[in-house]
């Protein structure tokens, strides 16, 4: 797994399938369900990353190296 947005569709569109088998017991179903909700708070917790991440390309790509100071993941203080 390369840790990419791609891979985390992937992952979430297979937990679809997963819940979608029509024969699993309900305790497998439970299982799943609770699978599933893991999964879901995790892929907020990257796509909020991704959105932090593309608000500070969209910054630098509009004032430029300026507001570098402000955005130390990029290249500003600390870094």
Do not use: C
């Amino acid at each position: 797994m390369t840790n990419s947005l791609a891979d985390l569709n992937n992952h979430l569109f297979a937990q679809l399938d997963r819940l979608a088998v029509a024969d699993l017991s309900e305790d497998a179903l439970k299982q799943e369900v609770a699978r599933t909700n893991a999964i879901v708070a995790v892929a907020d917790q990257v796509i909020d990353n991704a959105k932090v991440q593309l608000t500070a390309a969209k910054l630098f790509a509009e004032h430029g190296g300026t507001v570098l100071e402000h955005l130390p993941q990029i290249g500003g203080p600390g870094k």
